[in-house]
């Protein structure tokens, strides 16, 4: 079995970003920035209506717009437009004024239908059908184990819910897109995006080109979480409108088309029941609940992390449960895999339910979680954490904190169970000593770039200075996707493999005992006249799966104007064998930012009448500044033992479910949907005149109305 | 966004000459390339203003202080003297947006913005205010929307400076080509108490030059209530003004902000106060007074709560003395 280094020297410390400077001082060349000679602007023209029959498009008075090379259609032949916002057409021309000129000139016929853009009403029978051959709603998903009804009788105490998480935007730096050359019969892409190799075979699929004549490079890229995993309309377009102009295409998106048509965080209405013993061990949990995975969901394409299922009763042991899921269509923007799919809506369910019962039952939240969390490691991390957050003199029976503002406390759990695997990857040693690891797979901005280094030094002798890595490019070895937590546990195997190698070529080639750090210039010489190249591959034995991690959140609610503010998050994660602190570290603070998103201001809007979305930008959908921003306390269990493991959606996952109970606690009422906003905290709060008129669950509820129990 | 010509102007009859209904002035640009960028508005020539001299300055003189309409909201921010004579202007000045935008918009730009319903804003959207023939925002989504108005638009005000400077009992200069008039700041809202289709009350062919504020012996304080703790806009906005007299009363305003197209005032409730000493309780029953008449629709009602806790905190926060 192959084993990390005992004693490292980099690996599980902070080595800052290997291209930090490049990205601090612009030289970093992400997918928006690249403009080869000749490039042409591309932009999308899309749906007007949330339905409707698109009987023609004519492309002919955009093509006579000075300036425009190339005018082509989505599909061809009348088509259905099932959201605001779907892709019709792209135009290509040498300037933006004159492709935005070009989209306003194109003649669009539709014959506008009825649309239906909110879960509660597309549930109804006569609603709008998103897809004409079938409902809205399915009959739904079950799932059971033991005997609910003989769990929920031998419980002592039993909690009823309704909770609902709304539509999130994965809303990445970077749009998505890319830039496309189309070049004697030859493809080259600059895209933004999360898998090289899949955005490959992706392009040379659709236009029929050869793999071997379709090069994809994305060195570096503005985040994607999940969104980005293909080449998508944008980047079949720029390929397209490049070959159709015979130039480069540019072809980003703006802001405005990412927050429609490029994924989102499914809807989630959860119905639920938890029954438990007087000491707190549970016995029986009951989920009946409903998804939205905007359009796409009762059509074709529904199915793996696309739909809006979510696992329940989540990471809790219950012997008894029944859980039916029902997904519904609606006409808006399709979902698309969003950083730990699934359990951030999860958590907030049973996380609130959970700190119900512990009121109920007079029980300590955090006691709860360990009476039933079956992970002994994450019990630990709840110890861990209350520790290092003063969680013991901060819990107190909710609402009791005195004046106006109050203050209130919560926790939650998480887990993460993804293995990496199938990297190959090269290494160069030339005889001057320099090194060079080749890999294909990518950097979201998460720090694969730095990650590589490390290893590499570590087990070279080298610092990470020495090494040049090279990513992100379809012609090197191919890597995986970057989702699912696993491009740390894919990637390092493999440059172990290489470095390994190269370690063993090296000494055979040199005949020295040790090849590594001092030695390293000496034995390269001796290489002679070539570099050495050797190839490599993901080995089992040095990375895992099955991270647990724990959060803890202090918050402070105005309790007249409703205004909450995070005050603090203590997050103890359990990292495996940590390869680089500073960037995990990075990690951990941007999935909590994101979780006060989730938590506080994010949403989608729909509007009924019209069918679009209203807050397609970031002055009306609303994220976290750097002013929402708490005090983040991150601790990392180091576990050698572990193994390398990742990180990147289990941080995000707790938060939400924190803040939420964190937020009951300090007002004594629970604001049972997200985002927690100060109308929900007013309400919650009873101070609303006539909220009962506009109490959300009265729409939810019609949702679970609509089909027999 | 339809191609347009720029211009610099650099004087108020330059400007006043080139403004008309295909002729926009442009001052910071945060409202107004927004409008053109999503196609809200359309405009053959755009002229810039904030180079005409003489019109980004601060000046006391006797009878008050003169703001120039091309000083920046940063500026008015920061200003210590001005600070010291209106706490109020000032921390409204300071809680709008974020820095960026507080530096580049002024405050002519900021009193005379546009409204900011979302279906207002949105490229795809023709409400009636648009010249549509719905408010789409009535039957839909209006969590943001107005309590108290006289038509049927219920997009509110948004400017806090607007709010501020109303109970500074404060006008603005305007120049039309037939020459100057002053507006209160009620009367700088005034149509758009009932008439859906203007924001205020300039028309094309005129200039904001400057805003007065007169010399009183008055306290002032301004609090906002919004759901980020920057760059978002006020849920409900409050700004007060109190002339005490050894603790008493002698006379009071309020207006509320993002509640109503204009800011919103009741002299019941600022008659209510005279002559008393302010505390929870006195606070309390003008906000009762002032919000007596809020028609609140489903998805804004909570804003009422807010209203109050804010006109009462603003009360309080001018009666003592600091
Ligand atoms: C995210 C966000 C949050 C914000 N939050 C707040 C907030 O909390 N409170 C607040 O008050 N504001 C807020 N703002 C608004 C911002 O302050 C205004 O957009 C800005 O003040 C407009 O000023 P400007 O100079 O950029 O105006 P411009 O866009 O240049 O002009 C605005 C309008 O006034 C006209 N105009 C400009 N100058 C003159 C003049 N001298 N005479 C006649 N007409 C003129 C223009 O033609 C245009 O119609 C926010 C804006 C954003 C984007
Ligand atoms: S509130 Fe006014 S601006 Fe908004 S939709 Fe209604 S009419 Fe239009």
Same mark, same amino acid.
């Given at each position: 079995?192959?084993?990390?280094?005992?004693?490292?020297?980099?690996?599980?410390?902070?080595?800052?970003?290997?291209?930090?400077?490049?990205?601090?001082?612009?030289?970093?060349?992400?997918?928006?920035?690249?403009?080869?000679?000749?490039?042409?602007?591309?932009?999308?023209?899309?749906?007007?209506?949330?339905?409707?029959?698109?009987?023609?498009?004519?492309?002919?008075?955009?093509?006579?717009?000075?300036?425009?090379?190339?005018?082509?259609?989505?599909?061809?032949?009348?088509?259905?437009?099932?959201?605001?916002?779907?892709?019709?057409?792209?135009?290509?021309?040498?300037?933006?004024?004159?492709?935005?000129?070009?989209?306003?000139?194109?003649?669009?016929?539709?014959?506008?239908?009825?649309?239906?853009?909110?879960?509660?009403?597309?549930?109804?029978?006569?609603?709008?059908?998103?897809?004409?051959?079938?409902?809205?709603?399915?009959?739904?998903?079950?799932?059971?184990?033991?005997?609910?009804?003989?769990?929920?009788?031998?419980?002592?105490?039993?909690?009823?819910?309704?909770?609902?998480?709304?539509?999130?935007?994965?809303?990445?730096?970077?749009?998505?897109?890319?830039?496309?050359?189309?070049?004697?019969?030859?493809?080259?892409?600059?895209?933004?995006?999360?898998?090289?190799?899949?955005?490959?075979?992706?392009?040379?699929?659709?236009?029929?080109?050869?793999?071997?004549?379709?090069?994809?490079?994305?060195?570096?890229?503005?985040?994607?979480?999940?969104?980005?995993?293909?080449?998508?309309?944008?980047?079949?377009?720029?390929?397209?409108?490049?070959?159709?102009?015979?130039?480069?295409?540019?072809?980003?998106?703006?802001?405005?088309?990412?927050?429609?048509?490029?994924?989102?965080?499914?809807?989630?209405?959860?119905?639920?029941?938890?029954?438990?013993?007087?000491?707190?061990?549970?016995?029986?949990?009951?989920?009946?609940?409903?998804?939205?995975?905007?359009?796409?969901?009762?059509?074709?394409?529904?199915?793996?992390?696309?739909?809006?299922?979510?696992?329940?009763?989540?990471?809790?042991?219950?012997?008894?449960?029944?859980?039916?899921?029902?997904?519904?269509?609606?006409?808006?923007?399709?979902?698309?895999?969003?950083?730990?799919?699934?359990?951030?809506?999860?958590?907030?369910?049973?996380?609130?339910?959970?700190?119900?019962?512990?009121?109920?039952?007079?029980?300590?939240?955090?006691?709860?979680?360990?009476?039933?969390?079956?992970?002994?490691?994450?019990?630990?991390?709840?110890?861990?954490?209350?520790?290092?957050?003063?969680?013991?003199?901060?819990?107190?029976?909710?609402?009791?904190?005195?004046?106006?503002?109050?203050?209130?406390?919560?926790?939650?759990?998480?887990?993460?169970?993804?293995?990496?695997?199938?990297?190959?990857?090269?290494?160069?040693?030339?005889?001057?000593?320099?090194?060079?690891?080749?890999?294909?797979?990518?950097?979201?901005?998460?720090?694969?770039?730095?990650?590589?280094?490390?290893?590499?030094?570590?087990?070279?002798?080298?610092?990470?200075?020495?090494?040049?890595?090279?990513?992100?490019?379809?012609?090197?070895?191919?890597?995986?996707?970057?989702?699912?937590?696993?491009?740390?546990?894919?990637?390092?195997?493999?440059?172990?493999?290489?470095?390994?190698?190269?370690?063993?070529?090296?000494?055979?080639?040199?005949?020295?005992?040790?090849?590594?750090?001092?030695?390293?210039?000496?034995?390269?010489?001796?290489?002679?006249?070539?570099?050495?190249?050797?190839?490599?591959?993901?080995?089992?034995?040095?990375?895992?799966?099955?991270?647990?991690?724990?959060?803890?959140?202090?918050?402070?609610?105005?309790?007249?104007?409703?205004?909450?503010?995070?005050?603090?998050?203590?997050?103890?994660?359990?990292?495996?064998?940590?390869?680089?602190?500073?960037?995990?570290?990075?990690?951990?603070?941007?999935?909590?930012?994101?979780?006060?998103?989730?938590?506080?201001?994010?949403?989608?809007?729909?509007?009924?009448?019209?069918?679009?979305?209203?807050?397609?930008?970031?002055?009306?959908?609303?994220?976290?500044?750097?002013?929402?921003?708490?005090?983040?306390?991150?601790?990392?269990?180091?576990?050698?033992?572990?193994?390398?493991?990742?990180?990147?959606?289990?941080?995000?996952?707790?938060?939400?479910?924190?803040?939420?109970?964190?937020?009951?606690?300090?007002?004594?009422?629970?604001?049972?949907?997200?985002?927690?906003?100060?109308?929900?905290?007013?309400?919650?709060?009873?101070?609303?005149?006539?909220?009962?008129?506009?109490?959300?669950?009265?729409?939810?509820?019609?949702?679970?109305?609509?089909?027999?129990? | 966004?339809?191609?347009?010509?720029?211009?610099?102007?650099?004087?108020?009859?330059?400007?006043?000459?080139?403004?008309?209904?295909?002729?926009?002035?442009?001052?910071?640009?945060?409202? @107004?390339?927004?409008? /053109?960028?999503?196609? +809200?508005?359309?405009? *053959?020539?755009? %002229?810039? =203003?904030?180079?005409?001299? $003489?019109?980004?300055?601060?000046?006391?003189?006797?009878?008050?202080?003169?703001?120039?309409?091309?000083?920046?909201?940063?500026?008015?921010?920061?200003?210590?003297?001005?600070?010291?004579?209106?706490?109020?202007?000032?921390?409204?000045?300071?809680?709008?947006?974020?820095?960026?935008?507080?530096?580049?918009?002024?405050?002519?730009?900021?009193?005379?913005?546009?409204?900011?319903?979302?279906?207002?804003?949105?490229?795809?959207?023709?409400?009636?205010?648009?010249?549509?023939?719905?408010?789409?925002?009535?039957?839909?989504?209006?969590?943001?929307?107005?309590?108290?108005?006289?038509?049927?638009?219920?997009?509110? @005000?948004?400017?806090? /400076?607007?709010?501020? +400077?109303?109970?500074? *009992?404060?006008? %603005?200069? =305007?120049?039309?080509?037939? $020459?100057?008039?002053?507006?209160?700041?009620?009367?700088?809202?005034?149509?758009?108490?009932?008439?859906?289709?203007?924001?205020?009350?300039?028309?094309?062919?005129?200039?904001?030059?400057?805003?007065?504020?007169?010399?009183?012996?008055?306290?002032?304080?301004?609090?906002?209530?919004?759901?980020?703790?920057?760059?978002?806009?006020?849920?409900?906005?409050?700004?007060?003004?109190?002339?005490?007299?050894?603790?008493?009363?002698?006379?009071?305003?309020?207006?509320?902000?993002?509640?109503?197209?204009?800011?919103?005032?009741?002299?019941?409730?600022?008659?209510?106060?005279?002559?008393?000493?302010?505390?929870?309780?006195?606070?309390?029953?003008?906000?009762?007074? +002032?919000?007596?008449?809020?028609?609140?629709?489903?998805?804004?009602?909570?804003?009422?709560?807010?209203?109050?806790?804010?006109?009462?905190?603003?009360?309080?926060?001018?009666?003592?003395?600091?």
């Amino acid at each position: 079995m192959p084993e990390w280094p005992k004693d490292p020297k980099y690996i599980g410390k902070s080595t800052p970003r290997v291209d930090g400077a490049k990205k601090v001082s612009g030289a970093a060349k992400y997918a928006h920035d690249v403009q080869p000679e000749g490039c042409l602007y591309g932009v999308v023209l899309r749906s007007r209506w949330a339905a409707a029959k698109i009987t023609s498009i004519d492309l002919a008075p955009a093509l006579k717009v000075r300036g425009v090379k190339a005018a082509i259609l989505v599909r061809e032949g009348s088509r259905q437009v099932r959201y605001y916002g779907d892709e019709l057409a792209a135009v290509a021309a040498t300037s933006k004024r004159a492709a935005l000129d070009a989209l306003r000139a194109i003649k669009v016929v539709a014959e506008p239908q009825p649309h239906v853009v909110k879960e509660h009403l597309a549930a109804r029978p006569d609603a709008p059908r998103v897809f004409a051959e079938t409902p809205n709603t399915g009959a739904g998903r079950e799932r059971k184990q033991g005997d609910p009804d003989k769990g929920f009788a031998e419980a002592d105490v039993v909690v009823e819910g309704l909770y609902a998480t709304q539509v999130e935007i994965h809303q990445p730096m970077e749009t998505h897109g890319g830039v496309a050359s189309f070049k004697d019969g030859e493809l080259t892409a600059w895209h933004s995006t999360q898998g090289i190799s899949g955005v490959r075979d992706g392009l040379s699929g659709a236009l029929e080109l050869p793999q071997n004549k379709v090069r994809v490079l994305g060195e570096f890229m503005g985040g994607g979480f999940g969104s980005k995993f293909s080449a998508g309309v944008e980047g079949l377009l720029a390929a397209r409108l490049s070959q159709a102009a015979g130039a480069p295409v540019r072809l980003m998106l703006t802001r405005f088309d990412e927050s429609l048509a490029v994924g989102n965080r499914p809807s989630t209405f959860q119905k639920i029941r938890v029954g438990a013993r007087a000491d707190g061990t549970l016995t029986a949990f009951s989920m009946e609940s409903y998804g939205c995975a905007g359009y796409a969901a009762g059509g074709p394409s529904a199915g793996g992390s696309t739909n809006s299922g979510f696992p329940a009763p989540y990471i809790y042991r219950v012997p008894n449960f029944r859980t039916r899921h029902t997904e519904v269509s609606i006409h808006a923007g399709p979902a698309a895999a969003f950083r730990a799919p699934g359990c951030p809506p999860a958590s907030f369910g049973i996380e609130s339910i959970l700190d119900e019962l512990a009121v109920k039952l007079g029980i300590d939240p955090v006691e709860l979680r360990i009476k039933n969390d079956p992970m002994e490691l994450r019990q630990r991390q709840y110890r861990m954490a209350a520790e290092r957050f003063g969680w013991a003199a901060k819990y107190r029976k909710p609402g009791s904190s005195s004046g106006p503002v109050k203050t209130g406390v919560g926790c939650a759990g998480s887990a993460w169970r993804v293995p990496g695997g199938g990297t190959q990857a090269e290494i160069e040693v030339s005889p001057d000593g320099s090194v060079e690891i080749r890999c294909g797979t990518q950097d979201l901005g998460t720090g694969t770039h730095t990650v590589i280094a490390v290893v590499a030094a570590e087990l070279l002798g080298l610092t990470p200075a020495d090494i040049q890595v090279r990513i992100a490019d379809s012609r090197f070895p191919p890597s995986g996707a970057s989702g699912g937590s696993m491009t740390v546990t894919s990637v390092t195997p493999a440059v172990f493999d290489v470095c390994t190698k190269a370690i063993e070529e090296l000494m055979r080639t040199s005949g020295l005992a040790d090849v590594r750090g001092p030695q390293w210039r000496a034995a390269c010489r001796k290489l002679g006249v070539s570099p050495l190249v050797l190839q490599g591959r993901w080995i089992d034995g040095l990375s895992a799966a099955g991270t647990g991690g724990v959060q803890m959140a202090e918050v402070e609610v105005d309790t007249e104007t409703g205004f909450v503010r995070v005050k603090r998050v203590t997050c103890v994660q359990d990292a495996g064998l940590l390869v680089n602190e500073l960037t995990a570290r990075s990690q951990a603070n941007g999935g909590i930012m994101m979780g006060i998103g989730y938590a506080l201001y994010e949403n989608r809007v729909m509007d009924s009448t019209s069918g679009v979305m209203l807050n397609p930008n970031f002055e009306t959908y609303k994220l976290p500044g750097i002013a929402d921003v708490p005090e983040i306390d991150v601790a990392f269990m180091d576990l050698l033992e572990r193994r390398v493991m990742g990180i990147g959606e289990p941080v995000t996952i707790p938060t939400a479910s924190a803040i939420a109970n964190a937020v009951a606690n300090a007002i004594g009422a629970r604001v049972t949907s997200l985002p927690i906003t100060p109308d929900k905290v007013l309400a919650a709060l009873g101070k609303v005149p006539g909220a009962a008129r506009d109490n959300p669950h009265d729409a939810w509820m019609s949702l679970f109305a609509t089909q027999p129990a | 966004m339809k191609p347009f010509t720029y211009q610099r102007a650099l004087s108020v009859d330059t400007a006043v000459a080139e403004s008309s209904e295909r002729c926009r002035l442009l001052a910071g640009g945060i409202d @107004l390339l927004g409008e /053109l960028k999503e196609g +809200l508005v359309e405009a *053959d020539k755009v %002229v810039a =203003v904030t180079r005409i001299p $003489g019109l980004d300055t601060i000046e006391k003189k006797s009878a008050g202080w003169t703001i120039g309409a091309n000083v920046t909201v940063a500026t008015i921010a920061a200003h210590a003297d001005l600070a010291r004579a209106f706490p109020g202007l000032a921390a409204a000045a300071r809680d709008v947006a974020s820095p960026q935008i507080r530096h580049v918009s002024t405050v002519a730009g900021n009193l005379l913005q546009h409204s900011r319903c979302w279906y207002y804003r949105h490229r795809d959207v023709t409400c009636m205010k648009k010249g549509g023939d719905v408010c789409y925002a009535r039957e839909g989504e209006h969590k943001y929307h107005a309590l108290f108005t006289g038509g049927y638009c219920i997009s509110p @005000l948004v400017s806090s /400076l607007a709010v501020a +400077l109303t109970v500074l *009992d404060a006008s %603005v200069v =305007v120049r039309g080509r037939g $020459g100057e008039r002053r507006l209160t700041m009620a009367e700088l809202y005034a149509p758009a108490w009932d008439d859906h289709a203007v924001h205020h009350a300039i028309v094309p062919g005129e200039m904001l030059t400057a805003i007065e504020i007169p010399l009183a012996a008055r306290r002032s304080a301004f609090v906002q209530a919004s759901e980020k703790a920057s760059f978002d806009w006020a849920l409900v906005s409050c700004a007060v003004s109190l002339e005490l007299e050894g603790g008493v009363v002698r006379q009071a305003r309020i207006a509320l902000g993002a509640v109503s197209p204009v800011p919103y005032r009741d002299e019941r409730a600022e008659k209510a106060l005279v002559g008393t000493r302010l505390d929870e309780t006195t606070a309390d029953a003008a906000a009762a007074l +002032l919000l007596e008449k809020a028609e609140p629709l489903p998805h804004n009602a909570y804003k009422v709560p807010i209203a109050r806790a804010l006109i009462k905190r603003a009360l309080l926060a001018a009666a003592t003395p600091g």
